[in-house]
């Protein structure tokens, strides 16, 4: 069973920056970011990426604010936000997919697709607060 295990979450202000790590024991072709805030029914605004490329998707909601990329350690997937907001405040996630085109990840990234069906693997989430 791969392992996936998110950290780096904290207390920010708004207007302020964090940067969330996931570090998975596997290789995989799609790796994703996803947020579920507390009392919310789907994990959503999300950013994927494809690894043997580096290709990047987002969905709309964060594309301006969120970087994903790959760490410089191996199996490492690094989420900046920028400009925080008190909606960021959630539970944040990473997810691993194996045995996916570029295509795929970009479609996890759609509103209409729930994460959760399509990652295969997930860690326990890492907390992101926003407070003043």
């Known amino acids: 069973q791969p392992q996936v295990q998110e950290s780096g979450g904290g207390s920010a202000q708004p207007g302020g920056s964090l940067k969330l790590s996931c570090a998975h024991s596997?290789?995989?072709?799609?790796l994703g970011w996803f947020r579920q805030a507390s009392g919310g029914a789907q994990r959503e605004g999300g950013a994927?990426?494809?690894?043997?490329?580096?290709?990047?998707f987002y969905a709309d909601s964060v594309k301006d604010r969120f970087t994903i990329s790959q760490g410089s350690g191996k199996n490492t997937v690094i989420l900046e936000i920028d400009s925080l907001k008190p909606e960021d405040a959630a539970m944040y996630y990473c997810?691993?997919?194996?045995?996916?085109?570029?295509?795929?990840?970009?479609?996890?990234?759609?509103?209409?697709?729930?994460?959760?069906?399509?990652?295969?693997?997930w860690g326990q989430g890492t907390q992101v607060t926003v407070s003043s």
């Open positions: 994927a990426i494809y690894t043997s490329s580096g290709s990047a």
């Open positions: 997810g691993i997919r194996y045995r996916s085109q570029a295509s795929d990840c970009g479609d996890s990234v759609l509103p209409a697709v729930n994460p959760q069906q399509f990652y295969t693997n």
């Open positions: 596997s290789d995989g072709d799609c």
